[in-house]
């Protein structure tokens, strides 16, 4: 049975020590975005949270473990949370009062007809916190607006040929305003903006048509400082596709899996690993980059996975027999249109997912990978059932080949899972 950490009496190393394995070892609620902070900054990040009012950052890992346990299992009763967290019951009590005057829990109705006193669970208030999240792609940005239970309340999105400076902070700022305009309670419980962006953005020019000197403009931007004064708040940058997983590993199909690999299909593909229910992103936040992958490219070379992959691969298609590609774009739930043009997207790309897949599952052994993209739902169900196909025409000797799976969050994840960010960062174990 772990400590209590409700004892100010012991020493504060030993506080620590306890507090930094609850950060590192699995736990099915916890999110953690490896970088490279040693362990030894644990002591500086539990000295400076300010979660619940309390006394100490120490009291407060403890609130962050128990609104990690409610946003894992559901509304819980204070005898529950003792039960599982080890705290004790009047440790327990102490925080969800301070939880619940913060308005980030609620009481649920009683629930009566058990021995003893009936008790009352307590769940996440989804009007206690929101965020918003940015996603910055090559073809498009978006901004959403999630209640504390990271449910989407609103969003707003721009499509463009490459991304300018000038035109996604036009976007970011005009759809801020128009977001909080029409949710007014969420101004006040902001915890920051989350934004996903791509590793290089400016990387790729041949591949996205774009001019150098717009889009090398993107390398000497401070980003985050940028967007923080944009919008008067604090923001936290991610890659895209780790938001993305995000997203997943939180709210979707992978919120039941402990270890996972994930590919988004967006204007490149890109992808995430979640272990030990953990997000890895590696020390450079390059880990899962599926796009960089090398795959066959058909001539006898090779050649990157997001050249042969990626949503930029049909849309070149599209413009090559004079389509316009704006329309696939609009045409968000239903590409049956542009079906003579779809199915051999379908056919080169679920190959070169299920050459990737295989070669994933060599190196590291997940449950499953799972697939989403920037597509409607039955073109996401049709590339995950053809990559299976693809799969089982190899032989896999050796390899225990994880499951291949589709994905549930759609093609909003890489900004709700930017959106998650903040809220993750500020009020759970991470």
């Known amino acids: 049975m772990p400590p209590t950490l409700a004892d100010s009496q012991r020493p504060v190393n030993q506080y620590v020590n306890f507090i930094y394995k609850l950060t590192v070892q699995p736990l099915p609620c916890t999110l953690h975005l490896q970088s490279k902070r ?12 300010t979660l619940g009012g309390t006394q100490s950052g120490l009291r407060d890992q403890n609130a962050r473990l128990v609104l990690s346990m409610i946003r894992r299992h559901g509304a819980l009763s204070g ?37 003893g006193k009936p008790s009352t669970p307590v769940s996440l208030n989804p009007k206690g916190v929101h965020s918003l999240g940015l996603s910055i792609g090559r073809r498009s940005a978006e901004l959403v607006l999630v209640d504390f239970t990271g449910r989407s309340l609103a969003q707003r999105a721009i499509a463009y040929s490459y991304p300018v400076i000038e035109t996604v902070f036009a976007f970011l700022k005009e759809s801020t305003k128009d977001i909080l305009a ?40 401070d980003l985050g400082a940028s967007i923080e004064q944009a919008v008067g708040l604090s923001a936290t940058l991610q890659n895209d596709a780790t938001s993305a997983c995000v997203a997943e590993h939180l709210l979707g199909r992978g919120h039941a899996l402990s270890n996972f690999a994930y590919i988004f299909v967006g204007a490149f593909v890109g992808g995430g690993l979640v272990l030990d229910n953990k997000v890895v992103t590696g020390p450079n936040g390059n880990a899962a980059a599926f796009g960089a992958m090398r795959m066959p490219d058909g001539r006898g070379g090779t050649t990157q996975l997001l050249q042969v992959a990626s949503l930029h691969v049909l849309e070149r298609a599209l413009r090559d027999a004079n389509v316009d590609i704006g329309r696939l774009r609009d045409a968000r739930d239903d590409w049956s249109t542009y079906a003579q043009w ?17 070669n994933a599952a060599t190196v590291v052994e997940v449950e499953a990978i799972l697939i989403d993209g920037a597509m409607p739902a039955t073109v996401r169900a049709d590339l995950v059932n053809r990559t299976r196909e693809h799969i089982r025409q190899y032989t896999l000797t050796g390899i225990a080949m994880p499951d291949i799976q589709e994905a549930v969050v759609g093609r909003n994840a890489r900004s709700i899972g ?11 174990l991470a």
């Open 38 to 49: 040693e362990p030894l900054e644990i002591k500086e990040k539990i000295q400076t949270v």
């Open 79 to 115: 005898a529950e949370i003792a039960r599982r967290s080890s705290l004790t019951a009047q440790t327990v009590s102490n925080i969800v009062r301070a939880l619940e005057s913060d308005g980030v829990l609620k009481r649920e109705a009683a629930i009566k007809g058990k021995v």
């Open 182 to 221: 029409a949710h007014p309670q969420a101004r006040s419980t902001l915890a920051g903006i989350g934004v996903g962006r791509p590793f290089e953005i400016w990387s790729w020019l041949e591949v996205v048509d774009a001019p150098e000197r717009l889009m090398r403009a993107w390398q000497d931007i």
């Open 342 to 358: 779809v199915e051999p997207w379908l056919v080169q790309t679920s190959h070169q997912l299920a050459i990737a897949s295989i």
């Open 418 to 428: 930017a959106a998650l960010l903040p809220i993750h960062s500020k009020y759970f």
